[in-house]
């Protein structure tokens, strides 16, 4: 049977940690030896202290960090480097639903000598725009990604995400983590670089599936895609990779699939959505 260590942060959600712990728990075919937990301190005590209680209750490992601290690259690391010991290290986010008992055995069993890293299918449980862009990005066959690929693909190469993936802990420490990089966005992207660039593979694993929804206002969105845009600004490691195609066609796949379902809310949100998201990145990418 397979051993993994799990590794989720965890900010100001005593029942978001508290279905992800059940859920992870029933998890069959596979070993839980360690779940290790980075709490980051919110401004409510109250919930921070039955977060606190609820972690010390089922023996998590854990550490605290504040929000200034907080770093989606630095943080995991921390927790992969000193806390884990197992050589699969499944990476979660704690607002994800979990439907089976098999979706962490079906990702951790696509790691090898090849595969280090691989993450799973999300799927959106309302029907918005978001729904329609799960559809498109995570589609329903699987696929393994290597350097040879990358021409082809461009930018989507390196697409993967740590709200369920799984890593080599043996090659991500071979490969120093996320490298020194400090970033709050898109660190999954950026080890997925890195995996490529090194000679080894990246796996899509559609059989592992977690339902990741969201519920953006127009301003978070425009917020969001600003951070994209600034992360590639500041990072520049992907400059060279086309990106404005595969956008623009996502944009059209979304308002076909709402034509196609008739879906009145996002039809009338479309134009205003994508625009956020375009005007956000080019801003942020200034």
């Not at 990604?145 to 043996?170: E, L, P, T, Y």
């Amino acid at each position: 049977m397979m051993s993994v260590d799990i590794v989720c942060p965890i900010y100001k959600n005593y029942e978001q940690l508290i279905r992800l712990y059940d859920a992870l728990s029933k998890q069959v075919d596979v070993k839980i030896n360690r779940f290790v937990f980075p709490m980051t301190i919110s401004e409510d005590e109250e919930i921070d202290n039955k977060i606190r209680q609820f972690i010390k209750d089922k023996n998590i490992t854990s550490f605290e960090v504040t929000k200034e601290e907080f770093s989606h690259s630095l943080t995991r690391e921390k927790a992969i480097k000193e806390y884990c010991k197992s050589e699969l290290v499944i990476l979660c986010s704690q607002d994800v639903v979990f439907f089976d008992e098999h979706a962490v055995s079906k990702l951790a069993s696509s790691i090898n000598d090849e595969v280090i890293y691989a993450y799973g299918r999300q799927i959106c449980q309302n029907h918005s725009i978001e729904r329609y862009i799960r559809k498109k990005n995570y589609p329903k066959d699987s696929y393994i990604v290597s350097k040879n690929d990358i021409d082809r693909m461009q930018f989507m190469a390196f697409f993967a995400s740590d709200a369920f993936s799984c890593i080599s802990r043996k090659h991500f420490l071979e490969l120093n983590g996320y490298q020194g990089y400090n970033v709050m966005f898109a660190e999954d992207m950026l080890y997925s670089k890195f995996v490529l660039d090194a000679g080894y593979k990246k796996a899509y694993v559609s059989e592992a599936v977690v339902a990741h929804s969201h519920k953006y206002k127009l301003k978070q969105l425009y917020n969001r895609y600003y951070e994209t845009g600034k992360f590639h600004k500041e990072i520049g490691l992907f400059n060279q990779y086309k990106s404005t195609d595969s956008g623009l066609k996502l944009a059209l796949y979304v308002l076909g699939q709402a034509l196609i379902h008739f879906n009145i809310p996002v039809l009338f949100r479309w134009l205003p959505d994508m625009a956020a998201r375009y005007l956000g990145m080019k801003k942020g990418k200034k």
